[in-house]
């Protein structure tokens, strides 16, 4: 059983901390726990996803204990709000490494990821990106891996498929003008281009704007077939809903981590008709773990998760890091963070609840099968798969 409290720094900004407690079981007093820190944003503007985010990671750590937890330890999470901010990150890392002393943090949001990465690597703490999707994640250092496909895996797959599959040549592109849309945008991009298509427009946006009548009129001009998006949940809303004002219907692709999330298409209601996502998780036909997760959301939660995908990546998060400590355990070496990322090169592939087998790669990335959905009467329908 989980115990959830926050408590505020005094410092210039707010930082969120939780600590999962447990019941007072006899397996859990007799060995010492196993400690793990999450950054996540817990309020802000990405907390809507954030917080599911954080939900599933809980759920994970109680569903370890639950068992016996690891080799008779129960596993202990902090968790921390970055707010999706890059130095709200940086102030709760630091705060993870240097007083709660964690050998292994979860995060996402790639700005954080890749704001944290020099204190990963300096004090050899293992960093795990559980969603973000910035290529760039794979070049941050000997500390940092991603558990998550980044975007040259799902979003030039998309790419390719647009133009070998649904036979468009003229794609208009909108992004956030942030670390997660500047790589996610150029990522597809150079596959739509290799592929022979034709960016006609690629617009970036102020990720704190609000009037984006000017990129929408831009992109109008260039007559395009289709729109590609790469930004994050707020701005995406916005961004559609002027595109529709301004009489853009145009077939509009994303990719998973935003797209694939039932509140965003029915706020959009109509305006979502045809939308294509990326899915690089398995689907309730493909695992059957996951329709499992998608009732808990409904039971427990009483809504469908806000990202779906990425939220069985981070449930499965917990269990990957149970791997590691029992490596780390069988081997008799010191919980340290050098000894966490021993671990992970030694046992490089890990059988996972949710998202199944992952490999973790030497080049620091996972690769996934690429699933497209579609959005027919506001409900996500399979496509097809994108290679």
């Given amino acids: 059983m989980t115990k959830i409290g926050r408590r505020k720094t ?15 079981l006899a397996w859990a007093q007799a060995k010492e726990p196993l400690r793990f820190g999450v950054t996540m944003p817990m309020t802000g503007s990405q907390s809507t996803q954030g917080v599911d985010l954080l939900t599933s990671i809980q759920w994970a750590v109680a569903d370890i204990n639950a068992k016996g937890g690891v080799d008779g330890h129960p596993l202990e999470m902090i968790a921390l709000d970055s707010q999706g901010e890059p130095q709200l990150g940086i102030a709760a890392v630091n705060r993870l490494v240097h007083i709660e002393k964690v050998p292994v ?25 559980a969603g973000a999707s910035s290529p760039d994640i794979a070049k941050l250092g000997d500390y940092v891996y991603t558990t998550y496909p980044l975007s040259d895996v799902d979003v030039a797959a998309l790419a390719r498929y647009t133009v070998d599959t649904l036979g468009k040549k003229r794609v208009a592109v909108a992004y956030i003008n942030n670390d997660s849309g500047v790589e996610g945008a150029r990522a ?24 984006f009548s000017g990129v929408v009129l831009k992109m109008r001009a260039s007559n395009p077939e289709m729109i590609h998006m790469h930004g994050l949940m707020t701005d995406t809303l916005q961004v559609m809903t002027q595109m529709r004002q301004l009489g ?13 999330n039932f509140k965003l298409i029915s706020q959009l209601g109509a305006a979502a008709e045809g939308m294509i996502v990326t899915n690089i998780a398995p689907g309730a036909k493909d695992n059957p773990n996951v329709q499992g997760f998608i009732d808990r959301w409904q039971k427990t939660v009483g809504h469908a998760s806000n990202a779906l995908s990425v939220t069985q ?4 998060g917990p269990y990957l890091i149970a791997e590691l400590y029992k490596w780390v355990l069988k081997n008799k070496l ?54």
């Fill in 188 to 211: 597809y991009r150079t596959a739509f281009e290799k592929a022979g298509g034709q960016i006609v427009a690629y617009e970036a946006y102020d990720p704190k704007g609000s009037d």
């Fill in 10 to 24: 005094l410092a210039t900004f707010a930082l969120a901390m939780v600590t999962t407690l447990f019941a007072p």
């Fill in 334 to 387: 010191p919980p340290t963070g050098e000894n966490m990322r021993k671990a992970l090169l030694a046992i490089k592939k890990f059988d996972l609840p949710m998202t199944g087998m992952l490999e973790v790669s030497e080049d620091h990335r996972v690769s996934k099968p690429v699933y497209l959905l579609t959005v027919e009467k506001g409900q996500f329908v399979p496509m097809g798969v994108a290679k």
């Fill in 248 to 260: 853009m219907n145009h077939r509009v692709s994303m990719y998973g981590g935003v797209g694939y």
């Fill in 313 to 316: 990546y981070t449930y499965d």
């Fill in 105 to 129: 943090f979860i995060i996402a949001w790639s700005g954080v990821v890749k704001a944290v990465a020099p204190i990963a690597n300096r004090e050899k703490v293992l960093e795990l990106s």
